[in-house]
């Protein structure tokens, strides 16, 4: 059973950086999409982006500026940097997978539980 | 910016039928936005009822079905249960690898 555990700091304070990891068991994190989602309180989910095993990448246009994805094969996880937060970059962080054919990706199969990432001083 | 619009909320009596919609603030919607359907419960990750626009994801029964319908995706629940008192977002392929959410819809069951 696939499993994904997303890990970092519940507050950040503005202006400095979110870093959040999310860890992928029982399934290889190669050769497969991954993407963070993210969603404010009360409101809607937000697609921040997704990044392949090999390290391509592709954000929100509206995040793209502050955003860095990566992964770490070897430790079978990925990670989110979003850079000079602000308030309204409090929110549930979800990271999750992509169910991918060798045409396109449909949908989000799989997700993590979430983490609340709050930012205040 | 392209935004996705939902209608924000619906109200549907149980064993009743809603059907949801998906539209971009420009153009229509087709087959090839790759519409998803999220249900999503408070406290709870969204899981997925539709991919693809009308494929439906393993376990998910067979009341929910996905379509387009004139400009707009759709979802539309046939015959609505109690525990289907939830949030429902969709979400578009836009192009150039972008994916955008909608606003989500918050479906009553009374």
Known sequence: QVQLQESGPG??????TLSLTCSVSGDSISNQWWSWVRQPPGKGLEWIGYIYYSGSTNYSPSLKSRVIMSVDTS???????????VAADT??????????????????????????????? | QIVVTQEPSFSVSPGGT????????????SSGHYPNWYQQTPGQAPRTLIYNTNTRSSGVPGRFSGSILGSKAALT?????????SDYYCMLYIGSGIRVFGGGTKVTVL
Request: net charge negative; with cysteine; glycine share 8%.
């Open chain 2, 77 to 85: 629940i046939t015959g609505a249960q109690a525990d289907d008192e």
């Open chain 2, 18 to 29: 809603v059907t949801l919609t998906c539209g971009l603030s420009s153009g229509s919607v």
């Open chain 1, 91 to 121: 929110a549930v962080y979800y990271c999750a997978r992509w169910y991918c054919d060798s045409h396109m990706c449909y949908h989000l199969d799989v997700w993590g539980k979430g983490t609340t990432v709050t930012v205040s001083s």
């Open chain 1, 75 to 85: 430790k079978n996880q990925f990670s989110l940097k979003l850079n000079s937060v």
């Open chain 1, 11 to 16: 507050l950040v304070k503005p202006s400095e």
